[in-house]
Structures are given as structure tokens and as C-alpha cells.
């Protein structure tokens, strides 16, 4: 550990927590972990779903948490289980008002859990979806930037909403293009991780307007909680990095990713 564990800060300011998955959160309830959350500002929460088993978890969560909402995707990992059912439970629940964007969706490249033909061909399917669902999406990339920008450039133009790009981690061509075509990037907790020069990079060169905050909970728990499970309450560390990088008040980190986070998703 890198630095003493202190106290979350609350900055007194509304924050959006993009990306999470509270189906998947161990240490406490659902309760437990949205309340401790909204004690230092989230307001709002998306919680995001990666199969076809758990898509109706995480709408039946958003629907028993007022100020919880879902995303509905077949993540890379698991694109051999993209079907015409799955396809289906996409389009028939994309109208529903918990409903925020497709994804987790995307191309794994590092670890190939699935064959890459697969992954191109379900990736594209489901932004398709997007486009015709007027939704945005939640992409996930991982040692895939060719490739990725190559199915980013056929269907953006399609999309009239966008999404973000998120736990980046990408090289700086994949994100200047994908806030080109106006995608945000999400941040989590490797932009505090030491060796994340790169992340740091990244965020130094994108504009704020092109910035979201997530956790990408229980994952990728930032400095100076590595080793605990991770959770949306520890947002502000996330934000105090970003600030530190682009020489802002974490103020101006937080007003600005929140409203990122309605233009994108609300």
C-alpha cells in the first residue's frame, strides 16, 4: 500500500457512478453499499450486466432501488452465449425507463475467452442493437485498439447517442478517435495505481468534457483501499486523481463528470 488509508472525502457535490456490479459486491447488502455510497454524494448508480443470466438481476435490482439503474450487454468474456434469446431480452427491455445504455459489450483480445471472429461479430450486433434502440453503449477493450477502432468507425455514425469507452486503458489513438466520434472515457481506479502512467496519460490529454467517473466495483479498488473489496463510496479518490493530473479542483472534476454523466446517460 502506496499511501495511508484515510477517511472518503465528501466534496458536498452530486456525483454519477457509471459503472459498477452490484450483483457481483460481496461485502454487505445492496442497501448497505448504495447507502454508504450516497452518504458521500452519489446520486445516481448504473449497474451493468455481462451475460444473458445476469441481465434480469440487474434490472430487477434498478427496479427495487430508486436511484439504481441498469445496462443490458453480453460482455466479450462470454459472446458465445449471445443468441437470438438474448438479442431479444435487449430490444424487448431497452424501452424500460431503468434502462440506460447496452453494454457491457466490447472485444477482450488479452484474455480471448472467446474466439475474436465471435467477439467482432456479437460486439457489432449489439451496437446495432444500440443504434436502432437509440441507446448508448458501455464498451469494454482490452488489448483490441485496432480492432475496436475499426467497428467503432462503421457504427458510430449510426448511433445518434454514444456512450462511453470504459475502464481505459487503451492507447492514445483509440481515445482520441472515440472522443472524435463522441464517446467518453471512464475512469476508475487504475488512473491511482503507480504503474498507470499510461491511464494518466490518456487523462492529462482528453478534454473534462469527455470524462466519466466509475469503479468498475467489486474490481479495481483505487489507492489507498487496494486490497479491499472495491466500491462506488470510494468515487471521490478516483476524482481527486483526475484532478491532480489535469492540474483542477477536484470541484471542477466533479461538476463536470456529472454532468457528462446526465448529457450521456439521463
Known amino acids: 500500500m502506496s499511501k495511508k488509508r484515510r477517511d472518503i472525502p465528501a466534496y458536498g457535490l452530486p456525483i454519477i457512478e457509471t459503472h459498477f456490479h452490484l450483483d457481483y459486491l460481496k461485502e454487505g447488502s445492496a442497501d448497505d453499499i448504495l447507502s454508504a455510497a450516497r452518504t458521500i454524494g452519489v446520486e445516481r448508480f448504473m449497474t451493468i450486466s455481462v451475460e444473458p443470466d445476469n441481465m434480469p438481476k440487474a434490472l430487477a435490482l434498478a427496479e427495487a432501488h430508486a436511484d439504481l439503474y441498469a445496462t443490458l450487454g453480453v460482455h466479450p468474456h ?10 431479444g431480452y435487449i430490444r424487448t427491455h431497452a424501452i424500460h425507463d431503468k434502462v440506460v445504455a447496452v453494454g457491457e459489450i ?38 483490441a485498439d485496432e480492432d475496436t ?6 457504427y458510430a455514425p449510426q448511433m445518434k447517442r454514444k456512450g462511453v469507452v470504459h475502464s481505459f486503458t487503451s492507447g492514445m489513438e483509440l481515445a482520441q478517435l472515440a472522443v472524435e466520434l463522441g464517446f467518453c472515457l471512464g475512469i476508475n ?29 467489486p474490481f479495481l479498488t483505487p489507492i489507498p483501499f487496494r486490497g479491499m473489496e472495491n466500491a462506488p463510496k470510494y468515487l471521490p479518490f478516483i476524482a481527486e486523481k483526475i484532478a491532480e493530473v489535469k492540474g483542477l479542483s477536484v470541484e471542477e472534476v466533479l461538476t463536470q463528470t456529472y454532468q457528462n454523466s446526465l448529457r450521456e446517460f439521463f
Do not use: W
Open 106 to 143: 466490447g472485444l477482450d483480445y488479452y484474455y480471448d475467452h472467446c474466439d475474436r471472429t465471435v467477439q467482432r461479430q456479437v460486439f457489432a450486433r449489439q451496437l446495432q442493437l444500440a443504434a436502432e434502440s437509440e441507446l448508448p453503449v458501455v464498451i469494454h477493450t482490452r488489448e
Open 78 to 87: 462470454e459472446a458465445a452465449l449471445f443468441d437470438d434469446a438474448a438479442e
Open 149 to 154: 477502432m475499426a467497428i467503432l468507425r462503421e
Open 189 to 217: 481506479g487504475i488512473v491511482t495505481f503507480n504503474k498507470a502512467d499510461n491511464v494518466r496519460e490518456v487523462v492529462a490529454a482528453t478534454p473534462l468534457s469527455n470524462l466519466l467517473l466509475e469503479t468498475d466495483a
